[in-house]
Every structure is written in structure tokens, then in C-alpha cells.
């Protein structure tokens, strides 16, 4: 499915638009879905989700009671 760059493209601009990111990173399967798709981030599409993983995983933490 992510064989196409057009719709690899797609997928990613979803998983970053609406901090999409920071609703998955917390999920079990939605963090396999990030992890794989980030050696595919590229340029600035690449900033942008690394920056809100990192915010996901203070809100992750923040949930699950670790600071």
C-alpha cells in the first residue's frame, strides 16, 4: 500500500494533520503505525511529526500517572 509515494504521501500528511500523532503515539497499535511510517518522513513532513512526538509522549506520560 505505502509502495506509491503519491499515497505514502497521503498517509503521512494525515497521521501529522490535527495532531493525529499525539492521539496514536499513546496506542499500542497506533505506535506501530508511527513507528513504521517515520523511517518514510522526509523533510519537513519529518520535523513536523518528530516535534509532536515528542510533545505525545509528555501527554503519554501524563496520562499514564509518569513524570
Known amino acids: ?3 506509491s509515494c503519491n499515497i505514502r504521501e497521503k498517509v503521512i500528511e494525515k497521521l ?3 495532531n493525529n500523532v499525539t492521539n496514536l503515539i499513546c496506542d499500542q497499535f497506533g505506535n506501530y503505525i508511527i ?3 517515520l ?6 513532513q519529518f520535523k513536523s511529526m518528530i516535534e509532536q512526538i515528542k510533545k505525545a ?4 506520560r501524563i496520562e499514564k ?3
Open 1 to 3: 500500500l505505502l509502495e
Open 16 to 18: 501529522i494533520e490535527k
Open 35 to 37: 513507528q513504521k511510517c
Open 39 to 44: 523511517p518514510l518522513v522526509k523533510g519537513k
Open 57 to 60: 509522549c509528555k501527554f503519554c
Open 65 to 67: 500517572g509518569v513524570k
